[in-house]
């Protein structure tokens, strides 16, 4: 239990108390934050417009006039919904803090590059080295091209396997061992792609540049 800083109610955790509607200053995960349920699967528009009406309602502005203790709670609950909200809107940082939530880490599976991954990595890096070496020649902008949309279309499949994973833990089709397993390798290869993605751009701006 916890006591508003301004009505001086007794309730469980949450952002606003429940009487006088001031912030209560709780420490909440990411989803309680919001007043969702520890589901994955997340309408992104309902998650926004839940953000913005909480936002509202204990922004500091509201209660420069009250109490330190109020000002506070205040500040603390405005932090923890905008970083709730910037998590769960993300599929990739919500899968992420799902890990953390379920005692997992990325990192624990992520020191070295996924197998099915490791060709297209080596590729994509020679393919970069000959774009530094002689981005004059057309030919290899236009691979760079080619392989940009091979990389993103792969990175919106991952997307879809990712959306596919967070339904499986929401209906329980499986042990959360396997899900956990399943859910580090697909934000493992993102992570890499994204990678990918971010260094092939980065080389097209260059010559765009030059």
Same mark, same amino acid.
């Given at each position: ?129 000959? @774009?530094? =070496? *002689?981005?004059? /020649?057309?030919?290899? $902008?236009?691979? +760079?091209?080619?392989?940009? %949309?091979?990389?993103? !279309? &792969?990175?919106?499949? @991952?997307? =879809? *396997?990712?959306? /596919?994973?967070?339904? $499986?833990?929401? +209906?329980?089709?499986?042990? %959360?061992?396997?899900? !956990? &397993? ?8 993102? /992570? ?19």
């Amino acid at each position: 239990m916890i006591e508003c800083p301004s009505c001086g109610r007794r309730q469980e955790p949450r952002l606003v108390c429940q009487d006088c509607g001031a912030p209560v200053g709780a420490d909440l995960d990411c989803f309680a934050a919001l007043g969702l349920p520890r589901k994955l699967v997340i309408d992104s528009s309902a998650l926004e417009r839940v953000y913005h009406d909480l936002s509202r309602k204990i922004h500091p502005d509201r209660f420069a006039q009250s109490s330190p203790r109020v000002r506070t709670a205040s500040l603390h609950s405005t932090a923890l919904l905008t970083r709730g909200y910037r998590t769960l809107r993300d599929p990739v940082a919500r899968g992420l803090y799902w890990l953390e939530l379920n005692g997992e880490k990325l990192a624990d599976n992520n020191k070295s590059v996924p197998p099915d991954l490791a060709e297209l990595v080596f590729e994509v890096q020679d393919e970069l080295a000959e @774009l530094r =070496g *002689d981005g004059a /020649a057309s030919e290899y $902008r236009d691979r +760079a091209v080619r392989r940009r %949309a091979e990389l993103e !279309a &792969a990175t919106n499949a @991952l997307n =879809g *396997d990712l959306t /596919a994973n967070f339904a $499986r833990w929401d +209906a329980g089709a499986a042990d %959360a061992k396997t899900l !956990a &397993a399943e859910l580090k390798s697909t934000l493992s290869k993102i /992570a890499y792609l994204r990678t990918l993605l971010r260094d092939v751009d980065r080389e097209l701006e260059n010559l765009k540049a030059a």
